[in-house]
């Protein structure tokens, strides 16, 4: 098997890890692409490819190799929090990465890393893969977008909405409990949704097994009071507890729950 990994970040990198722990696919080669990829590695499953996925004529080395490759996994992420960087990542890059792979026949198995943020975040009650989308900011509209492409452009997909993830290389929101500068909403309504990067990496290889197509959902399915689980952290890490302050953009009240379970254990 070849697996390529674009955008070869922290969910990348953890992906190309657990393959080499996880039954079936510990022989598997990596293609791994990046604007800027280390100048060496000591791991020599993994194939370093340097490109820029919002631009096509960088992406000659994909298309290359397309003919080989037998999986592949979209989880670029944009390198500001902007619109015009969530649509060269999810939108442009998507499609320069099809149009780069598509000499490729049989057409390779394709996951694309997509997020909750699809969903109506102010709705409030238990949200699965369902339930209506209903985006209000702009990133999930984008997201929204590019699933609907992807979906028309390439049926047999796969679709993986992440909640919010955490773990190794996901640190910002514990960096901010512990320097006290992270508030609560007085609103009790405000709800975290989570999943461990880890567990987001073993969803993939998983949905991958199954040959499965369509939209699913990763999440813990432990939906908590955001009050709740930023009192917690903040006695782990022995700081104040968090101040009451305005929600931000990026708070939300919906549960998001699996309707389709991909992995024991989430």
């Known amino acids: 098997m070849k697996l390529l990994i674009a955008g070869f970040g922290d969910l990348g990198s953890t992906l190309a890890q657990t393959c080499l722990t996880t039954p079936g696919w510990q022989q ?20 370093w490819i340097k490109a820029d996925l919002s ?25 500001e929090r902007t619109e015009a960087a969530y649509r060269a990542t999810y939108l442009t890059g998507l ?38 989308t209903a985006p209000r900011g702009f990133n999930g509209k984008i997201l929204l977008e590019a699933e609907h492409w992807l979906q028309t ?20 929101l514990l960096g901010s409990i512990a320097a006290g500068t992270t508030t609560i909403p007085a609103s009790p309504d405000f709800v975290a949704n989570r999943i461990h990067i880890e567990d987001a990496a073993r969803a993939i290889l998983h949905l991958f097994d199954r040959k499965a197509s369509g939209v699913f959902i990763g999440t813990d399915s432990h939906p908590m009071p955001l009050a709740t689980l930023y009192r917690k952290l903040a006695a782990m890490l022995g700081a104040p507890e968090p101040k009451q302050g305005e929600p931000s953009p990026m708070m939300g009240k919906k549960k998001t729950v699996q309707s389709k379970v991909v992995v024991n254990g989430f």
């Open 153 to 172: 452009n390439w049926p047999s997909a796969l679709i993986l909405r992440l909640s919010g993830i955490y773990g190794p290389g996901k640190s910002g």
């Open 95 to 132: 499609q320069n990465l099809l149009t780069a792979l598509n000499t490729a026949e049989p057409r390779p198995q394709l996951l694309f890393v997509s997020s909750t943020a699809v969903y109506d975040s102010q709705a409030q009650g238990l949200l699965d893969e369902s339930s209506p």
């Open 28 to 47: 598997t080669k990596i293609l791994a692409v990046r604007r800027n990829p280390p100048a060496a590695t000591p791991d020599t499953e993994i194939s």
């Open 55 to 79: 631009k096509a004529e960088t992406l000659a080395g994909v298309a290359e190799q397309a003919r080989d490759i037998t999986h592949v996994v979209y989880c670029a992420a944009p390198g």
